[in-house]
């Protein structure tokens, strides 16, 4: 459990988190995770869909559910004279839900219709293919959402299978922030959550991530399009990998910024793209890094070829002392926006509790990144980059760039699809 206290409002903020991810979904069961989870808004044995509704917003507010890589959550922010009766209405939920086969209907249809708009989201789709080609063949690599087959796969059966695999008090962090205290949280939830079941921790035992076997280039065809969406990336850290802190440091320099060197490169020197990014994503198991700019359709081969020749140099030199002074003064300064608010501060102790990060992560935060030395960093950058080993996706019309496609120096391979191959 993680309370930060703020009294100055009569308010709390209350999230649940169930430390597992899509990864546990059976194989040819894509989306089972998200199913479940948007299933537990619809309805208990004690009341309907509807009546449940009514009695969340009788309380003024309303429930949330995410489905992330590493977890699933359930929020809400309630006026804290209600908490106590909120509470039972979630442990009602939990642990008596009603799982009727109408609206487990009904949410896959939904999500059918969801899948069928990602289609439509040319960034959406790139980030698809992106995981899929980063870790492809392996848990990680699979889409959250699942596709139109997979949801015709799952049956009320495996729903009802997975929510008492994982939905154990053994999976439960609770964070909560505002009017509220540890111990009289800990009171509440107790009872509320009496019969939800002990159950035992996930385990993230998933199988060793490949490398990439060189650079490949995936063309996603997408026809009419007057721009193109561009990844590059590749699997890199975890979330409690001990480098993690330095090369988000150096991932911010070189890509974070408006004024870091990639931005500065595409958009400011020749006008490709109006962005041009460079990140980590640290997972619970797994990770990776993302390049990211969309340019016009006439100017993808060459932003392709620029952001490959920007990320070498970046993998093998590193950053300027300036850079990185930059970079380090940015996270410093933007660091007190972050946990500005008890709601913030929770936020970022529970992210950091679920990737297995120490508990003084937060405490330590800017001390560590000031010992962070140049040297160090340009070090820690070559040996855990991986250059010559990338995934390139990009969602465009194929057609009129083959040519220039084909031209794109050190590629192992092009592969063409559809857009609509993730149908």
């Known amino acids: 459990m ?53 009695a969340i917003e009788s309380l003024g507010t309303e429930v949330n559910t995410a489905t992330q890589s590493s977890s699933v959550s359930i929020s809400s922010a309630i006026l804290s004279r209600n908490l106590e009766r909120f509470t039972q209405l979630l442990g009602e939920m939990l642990t008596e839900p009603l799982f009727s086969p109408e609206e487990f209907e009904k949410v896959k249809r939904e999500m059918r219709a969801e899948q069928e708009a990602m ?8 980030r698809i293919w992106l995981r899929k080609t980063l870790f492809p063949g392996h848990l990680l690599g699979r889409n959250a959402a699942g596709t139109p087959a997979s949801l015709d796969a799952i049956t009320l059966d495996d729903l009802i299978a997975h929510h008492r695999t994982y939905y154990t008090k053994s999976n439960l962090l609770v964070t909560s922030s505002g009017d509220v ?45 007057t721009q193109s969406q561009i990844l590059v990336g590749h699997p890199a850290v975890q979330g409690n990998d001990p480098d993690l802190l330095a090369l988000n440091l150096a991932f911010t320099g070189f890509g974070g910024t408006f004024t870091a060197r990639l931005m500065q490169e595409v958009r400011v020197k020749r006008g490709w793209s109006y962005g041009a990014y460079a990140r980590l994503v640290p997972e619970r198991f797994g990770g990776f890094c993302i390049l990211s700019a969309a340019p016009e359709r006439d100017h993808t081969a060459d932003c392709i070829a620029l952001l490959l020749e920007e990320y ?38 529970t992210y950091y509790a679920l990737m297995g990060m120490p508990e003084d992560t937060l405490d330590r935060y800017t001390d560590r990144l000031k010992a962070i030395t140049p040297s160090a960093l340009r070090r820690i950058c070559k040996e855990r980059l991986t250059p010559d080993q990338l995934t390139i ?4 019309e194929a057609e009129p760039l083959k040519d220039a496609f084909s031209q794109l120096k050190h590629i192992r391979k092009v592969n063409l699809r559809s857009y609509l191959d993730e149908k």
């Open 2 to 54: 993680i309370v930060v206290e703020n009294h100055g409002f009569p308010y709390a903020y209350l999230v649940l988190n169930f430390r597992f991810g899509p990864a546990f979904d059976p194989l040819g069961k894509e989306g089972l995770t998200s199913l479940t989870n948007r299933m537990l808004l619809r309805g208990t044995r004690r009341r309907s869909r509807e009546a449940f509704e009514e």
């Open 119 to 126: 289609l439509n989201d040319d960034s959406c789709l790139a």
């Open 181 to 225: 205290t540890q111990a009289h949280l800990e009171q509440l939830l107790q009872d509320a959550f009496k019969n939800l079941p002990e159950g035992e921790p996930t385990a993230w035992n998933l199988a060793p991530i490949a490398p990439i076997d060189g650079r490949q280039l995936w063309v996603i065809d997408k026809p009419e399009r």
């Open 312 to 349: 070498e140099r970046f993998a093998r030199e590193g950053l300027s002392d300036d850079e990185i002074e930059f970079a380090r003064n940015y996270l410093i300064n933007a660091f007190p926006f972050k946990i500005e608010t008890a709601a913030q501060k929770a936020a970022l102790q």
């Open 393 to 396: 996706v990009t969602v465009c």
